[in-house]
């Protein structure tokens, strides 16, 4: 059992094999890892205003043979940065001695020369406790790490605080707008699980951005436009804080300034997704009603997703489809869907920087008026999974130069022989067989050197035709 004592700050030594570090045998060593590799230095500056969490208690151990010494075997961060707080001359480096001197300037309070900490006998001891901190939930044993949810909530409370208050609001707004596309059935539980609440609080304290967004308060959803215009700009918004391994497109940064996210919303208002309808006068978003689709209705054209009566649910190209679902497989009416690829269509090939960037580029480029660039990001995506297929599984040497037909036979084949279903080795089988067929390389190709000029309708349809082969091949291909 651990026992609560009290030890002089200078009695605690560093752990030399502590997890976040290779053996250093030289604390002086540990010190410079942990300032530079661990953020002590942003941590230091933490303590010299606050001093160390009540929450937190040092976990040590004795050290064999020094009496009134003892190892920190939890906690080497935050000693780290309260000795150097306590003695600037253990710094390392004279430039890391100079950042002290400046964050010392901070405090306000003396910093206790004694601390309790919490006495194991020994290492064997002290292990399942630091697992349980560190090794994460344990199924529910270790530390349970707060979402994006939990984390609004928390500011939310914070209302009341000068100087929180307005990160609250923009949290809370941020976590009303993940909330609202989630009930659209716009975002999966995975992608709802990766949004970075903070870094969409950060663009939407921006007013630009959320002008741009359809916004009209910094605190509530309330639009200025259109429910369902608004709602597409915040899917694309929401889409652009989310990995490209969740279907995202990557483009928001935590690490921005104003300008930066002033940059983001220009950037935003070209991408003909600005809502344009404006709503008088404006007001919240109308509340989403759920009920199963009847049996007279179509599939491909109902989720059980409604908007009240006085929502707009007129459909145009320029609009979301609203049955978009979570489910990777799905697919969307050609005739509403605004990109060529829509957001469950995931690829998780982090190593193939073009492939990712080829599927960027086709979520984010409307069809409608960039047909022959859509065409050509088709084509070379087609192209680059089936050769991805063969590489991964040793049926063509890298860089061999192939015909279209020869990549398309040699995909069919070893589909086949990986049992694809039937609907695999057929869009397959077609494409290797009859090179004039629509959706084949060859024919992709003839539109890309203008022997015709594609349809947005034309465009979808191939790539749907393609979807299910596509998904088989990325599968097998990693």
């Excluded at 010299?48 to 010494?69: C, K, N, W």
């Excluded at 916004?215 to 608004?230: A, C, M, P, T």
């Excluded at 065409?375 to 999974?385: C, D, T």
């Amino acid at each position: 059992m651990a026992t609560y004592i009290e030890v002089s700050v200078q009695n605690l030594h560093l752990d030399s094999e502590n997890p976040r570090h290779n053996q250093i045998l030289d604390e002086s060593l540990i010190v410079k890892h942990l300032y530079e590799n661990e953020k002590v230095g942003k941590l230091l500056r933490d303590v010299a205003i606050r001093g160390l969490s009540p929450f937190e208690t040092i976990g040590v151990i004795p050290i064999a043979d020094i009496e009134g010494h003892y190892l920190v075997v939890e906690g080497n961060r935050r000693i780290c940065a309260l000795k150097l707080l306590t003695d600037e001359n253990l710094a390392p480096t004279e430039q890391i001695k100079s950042q002290i001197a400046k964050a010392k300037l901070l405090i306000e309070s003396p910093l206790p020369e004694r601390i309790t900490v919490s006495l194991l006998q020994n290492l064997e001891e002290a292990l399942p406790w630091m697992d349980r901190r560190h090794l994460g939930e344990l199924d529910g044993v270790g530390t349970r790490a707060w979402g994006a949810q939990e984390q609004a909530r928390s500011l939310a409370r914070s209302n009341s605080i000068p100087g929180r208050a307005i990160a609250a609001s923009q949290n809370i707004l941020a976590q009303a707008i993940i909330d609202r596309l989630s009930k659209l059935r716009l975002l999966s539980d995975s992608q709802k699980s990766m949004v970075p609440i903070t870094t969409l609080s950060r663009y939407l304290s921006t007013p630009t951005v959320r002008d741009v967004l359809g916004l009209g308060d910094n605190s509530e959803l309330i639009y200025n436009f259109e429910d369902s215009e608004v709602d597409h700009a915040l899917h694309i918004f929401v889409l652009d804080s989310l990995p490209l391994s969740e279907g995202g497109n990557e483009l928001l940064n935590s690490r921005t300034d104003a300008s930066d996210r002033r940059a983001y919303a220009v950037e935003f208002a070209t991408r003909n997704v600005r809502p344009s309808s404006v709503r008088l006068p404006p007001g919240p978003p109308s509340e989403i009603v759920f009920h199963e689709p009847s049996d007279s209705q179509s599939d491909a054209n109902n989720t059980g997703v409604h908007q009240s009566d006085n929502a707009n649910t007129e459909k145009s190209d320029e609009q979301p489809n609203s049955n978009k679902t979570s489910q990777r497989r799905s697919t969307a009416d050609p005739s509403s869907r605004v990109y060529l690829v829509d957001t469950s269509f995931v690829v998780k090939a982090p190593d193939d920087k073009v492939l990712i960037r080829l599927l960027t580029e086709m979520r984010r480029l409307p069809v409608d008026g960039h047909e022959f660039s859509a065409n050509y990001l088709l084509r070379a995506f087609v192209e680059r999974v089936m050769i991805r297929f063969l590489l991964s599984n040793n049926k063509i040497a890298k860089g061999a130069n192939l015909t279209d037909q020869k990549i398309t036979e040699h995909a069919r084949d070893l589909a086949t022989t990986l049992n694809a279903d039937r609907g695999v080795t057929q869009v397959l089988g077609q494409a290797a067989s009859n090179p004039m067929i629509g959706h084949s390389l060859s024919a992709l190709g003839s539109a890309v050197h203008g022997s015709h000029i594609p349809t947005k309708r034309e465009l979808l349809s191939k790539f749907d035709t393609w979807r299910a082969a596509l998904i088989f091949m990325l599968d097998h291909g990693n």
